[in-house]
């Protein structure tokens, strides 16, 4: 069954620190790949998402992620990070040629960045 | 713009109780999804749709059931509550799996305590 793994549960920050969440994924096949983030009190939105063409995503908020197919990863990567980046971060992937449809999900990072 | 909107927010039940989370979309997304999310745990898939009268189940569906008699709304009910159903419950939509666009637009979430 597909899988999805992120290495870190909890990550602490100072504000202006680089960040790089890992994110690696057991299918093989292809796949669409996607970055949630989660504020404080809120649903999960869209950070970015990958389908095909170059592997370097950028998303919002000054948000990238590179996917390498043959380490299986997508890690989230910010050259610098802000106090409002405290969130929990959650990959996902779904696979586009399956009969069905479902989008598994990582267990999610928190990140918190002190001020 | 409602994007997806669930019901309640928060919910305290008595185990064996039931009740019925509501979710409805105004997207004309063809799935729709229910997760939960436990600490820890992300996101599971509970039960899926990829249209109105049609429904599927996700990785953890028991003790829950889901109707989809129009596109917009896709009800989560749970028959006879239990403390293991405490969570915190999403709904999602997005377009059809065989588009490029498969992201999830997620609700806004229902905190449900079970004692």
């Known amino acids: 069954a597909q899988s999805v793994s992120q290495h870190n549960h909890h990550v602490i920050l100072s504000e202006a620190a680089s960040l790089e969440l890992g994110c690696n994924y057991s299918y093989g096949g292809t796949v669409n790949l996607f970055w949630y983030v989660q504020y404080p009190g809120q649903h999960l939105q869209l950070l970015l998402k990958y389908f095909s063409g170059d592997p370097l995503v950028k998303g919002i908020k000054g948000f990238e992620a590179e996917f390498i197919k043959s380490k299986f990863s997508f890690n989230l990567r910010k050259p610098s990070v802000q106090w409002s980046d405290t969130a929990e971060y959650f990959c996902a992937v779904n696979e586009p040629n399956t009969g069905g449809f479902k989008t598994i999900f990582g267990a999610g990072t928190r990140l918190f960045v002190k001020a | 713009n409602a994007g997806v909107t669930q019901t309640p927010k928060f919910r305290i039940l008595k185990i064996g109780q039931s009740m019925t989370l509501q979710c409805t979309q105004d997207m004309n997304h063809n799935y729709m999804y229910w997760y939960r999310q436990d600490p820890g745990m992300g996101l599971k898939l509970i039960y899926y749709s990829v249209g109105a009268g049609i429904t599927d189940k996700g990785e953890v569906p028991n003790g829950y059931n889901v109707s989809r008699s129009t596109t917009e709304d896709f009800p989560l009910r749970l028959e006879l509550a239990a403390p293991s159903q405490t969570s915190v419950y999403f709904c999602?939509?997005?377009?059809?799996?065989?588009?490029?666009?498969?992201?999830?637009?997620f609700g806004q979430g229902t905190r449900l305590t079970v004692v």
């Open positions: 999602a939509s997005s377009y059809s799996a065989q588009t490029m666009n498969t992201e999830a637009f």
